[in-house]
């Protein structure tokens, strides 16, 4: 008997131990900072926590999660003074990312999938294994500066990527991979759009751009 109820509480202690590491960090739709009042029940997500955004929710300091979701009714900001947010995993944008007066800076490790308004003033994808890179159903980045910090891996634009951005800078170590038939545009203050198209597979020297 006293092994088969070792057997049950060990059994309980996995399930709950496979939800913790599963959770995930909703916001409240009525937002707020990050670092105090964003967060169902006041759980402030760590840098290991994966994260839902439900309303707007800003930025100061310069807090951390793994995975983030953006749903379609939420929002990141920085509130006024500079702040950043680093993702030690995916975004996915459904809804917005603002720049509100100084520089919001994101620092993502993982894939970046854009299906809203993006407007960070930086954008920097910094992660030392291979990211992804798609916008959807012609959505693109605006903001101040998209820069490729990057030291290892390779950066991968998957469909159409459109940028209308002041700085668009790709460190010459780096490469592009196009995983889709696609164009890769540039739009600078003056309204001059660049545009480089490139056939699926086939990979380009960040030196050529």
Not at 16 to 21: A, D, F, I, W
Not at 134 to 149: A, D, E, K, S
Request: net charge positive; hydrophobic share 40%.
């Amino acid at each position: 008997m006293k092994k088969k109820l070792t057997k049950i509480s060990l059994g309980l202690l996995l399930m709950v131990m496979g939800l913790s590491l599963n959770a995930q960090i909703h916001s409240t739709s009525n937002g707020g900072n990050w670092e105090t009042t964003a967060w169902i029940g006041g759980i402030i997500p760590s840098a290991a926590d994966d994260v839902v955004i439900n309303g707007v929710v800003d930025c100061n300091g310069g807090p951390s999660c793994n995975n983030i979701l953006i749903t379609s009714a939420g929002t990141i900001r920085n509130d006024y003074y500079s702040g950043s947010l680093t993702v030690n995993g995916n975004i996915t944008n459904n809804g917005s990312i603002q720049n509100w007066s100084s520089g919001l800076a994101l620092y993502i490790k993982g894939d970046i999938i854009n299906n809203g308004n993006w407007a960070a003033y930086y954008t920097r994808p910094n992660g030392t294994g291979s990211q992804t890179i798609i916008c959807l159903n012609g959505n693109y980045f605006t903001g101040n500066q998209f820069h490729n910090q990057k030291v290892s891996g390779n950066l991968y634009f998957n469909g159409t990527l459109i940028l209308k951005i002041a700085v668009f800078i790709l460190t010459m170590r780096m490469f592009i991979y196009w995983l889709t038939v696609h164009l890769i545009c540039i739009m600078d203050n003056s309204g001059t759009v660049i545009c480089w198209e490139a056939v699926a597979h086939q990979l380009f020297s960040l030196r050529s751009l």
